[in-house]
């Protein structure tokens, strides 16, 4: 990929795994397992193209409202994919941290991941975000609250906050703003994801459902971003072009 800007932070809303399978013929299971299988080839890759920062959507505040049948199994493939992918992801680096309200999860899935998370701490490669019992505006609303605890507490005052606070209150606050976000599936919206992080990140929307999403499609989305002018805010004189 010679000539190519490879986003810093790369984040993918994976849609569509359920008209994956519908389309077969398929319960929407089928699709879950399949696009587990994309997730594995996806983050090697991106660790690969030097990606710093990946994340992914896996389960939001809104997925809780599924099929209890569906919901558990999505925590069942969850913990299978980390337990199958752990000795990898270790071999090459990666470093896993998880964004969103844990404390939601099933036991055995929150003990998962925190074990995950604190084997794989002092990787120093790419870092893989798990945006997981994740909502964009819960993660505004926690990190309001923790602000006003420290208003409370007397360690600052109103005016002392500021959208640094801010960043410095969110899940994982050493995570930078997006750069470019996929979603596949052919959906446009952005479905309470990554609402600060996203101010100015480029957006690619594709076609392509989840479980058939490759390298070749992420090459395509990186190709489209690094053809972009990314301005914030200013002119193009302003940011040399």
Not at 91 to 105: A, C, H, T
């Amino acid at each position: 990929m010679a000539d190519i800007t490879i986003p810093r932070h790369l984040a993918i809303i994976m849609d569509g795994n359920g008209r994956w399978a519908k389309s077969r013929g398929l319960p929407r299971i089928f699709g879950h397992k399949r696009g587990a299988e994309v997730v594995t080839e996806i983050v090697r890759y991106c660790s690969d193209i030097g990606v710093s920062y990946l994340t992914l959507y896996t389960f939001s505040m809104e997925n809780w409202l599924r099929p209890k049948e569906e919901v558990g199994f999505l925590m069942d493939l969850l913990q299978r994919y980390l337990e199958k992918e752990l000795d990898r992801m270790q071999e090459n680096n990666i470093k896993i941290v998880f964004s969103g309200r844990l404390d939601l999860l099933p036991p055995k899935t929150r003990e998962i991941t925190q074990s995950a998370a604190s084997i794989l701490a002092e990787n120093t490669g790419m870092v893989l975000n798990i945006a997981l019992s994740y909502g964009g505006r819960n993660e505004l609303v926690d990190a309001a609250k923790r602000m006003a605890q420290m208003v409370a507490d007397g360690k600052i005052k109103t005016e002392d906050i500021t959208q640094e606070l801010m960043a410095s209150c969110l899940y994982n606050a050493d995570i930078p703003d997006v750069d470019l976000i996929i979603r596949t599936s052919g959906e446009k919206r952005i479905s309470n994801f990554m609402l600060w992080r996203a101010a100015y990140s480029e957006f690619f929307f594709t076609e392509c459902l989840w479980p058939d999403f490759d390298r070749t499609e992420l090459d395509r989305a990186i190709a489209d971003f690094s053809g972009r002018v990314r301005r914030f805010g200013m002119t193009d004189e302003q940011v040399g072009n």
